[in-house]
């Protein structure tokens, strides 16, 4: 039998209830550490105050309005008989709505995000500002824009709050018609 240190026989055999110790207060500190506590962060957290000059507000369509308006859309598209795709976007452009309409073309949803996000940008409907390109013909190169006459801005006191743009029918006069439709329909 081999001899061992009195080292060896301090790791391996007393070592064991050594380790189990050890283990025990490992366990001890961790469930200490798992009770709640105020942290630093927790106790330098700030209350929002909505009279804080620093807080902007905006006003916005309800998702609620926002389909409303874009289902109005899409029927005084099928009631001319037409097939169209609709977009409503909020005040910074992001997509709200989007419906595809039965038989509307497979451009027509991205066309209605991009005259949406047109008209909402300028605050006008996009057959007006298709005219303008004749004095600033570098509009037409603003990313995700698109002048055909389709798009229609939805304003609260003025500001532009969102809009709605239309897709697929035969002529932008036709799109922008049941645009404003759709605006006409958050006024009920």
């Known amino acids: 039998m ?37 942290t630093p962060a927790a106790a330098s957290a700030v209350k929002a ?49 989007l419906l595809k309409g039965d038989g509307a073309g497979p451009q027509s949803p991205e066309s209605a995000e991009r005259k949406a996000f047109t008209a909402v940008s300028w605050n006008a409907p996009t057959s007006e500002l298709a005219k303008r390109l004749a004095q600033a013909p570098n509009l037409k190169d603003v990313p995700g824009t698109l002048f055909l006459a389709g798009g229609a801005p939805v304003q609260s006191k003025g500001a532009p709050v969102a809009a709605i ?24």
Do not use: C, M, W, Y
């Open 49 to 97: 105050d909505t009279q804080n000059r620093n807080l902007a507000q905006t006003t916005g369509l309800t998702i609620e309005a926002a389909t409303r308006a874009a289902q109005a859309t899409l029927d005084a598209a099928a009631r001319a008989g037409q097939h169209v795709s609709v977009a409503v976007v909020d005040r910074d452009g992001v997509t709200r709505v």
């Open 2 to 38: 081999k001899k061992t240190s009195a080292r060896t026989r301090v790791l391996t055999g007393t070592g064991t209830v050594a380790a189990a110790a050890l283990a025990a207060a490992t366990a001890g500190a961790v469930s200490a550490s798992a009770q709640p506590s105020e």
């Open 165 to 188: 743009g239309v897709a697929g029918a035969p002529s932008g006069d036709l799109d922008e018609q049941f645009a404003q439709a759709g605006v006409a329909a958050l006024a009920r």
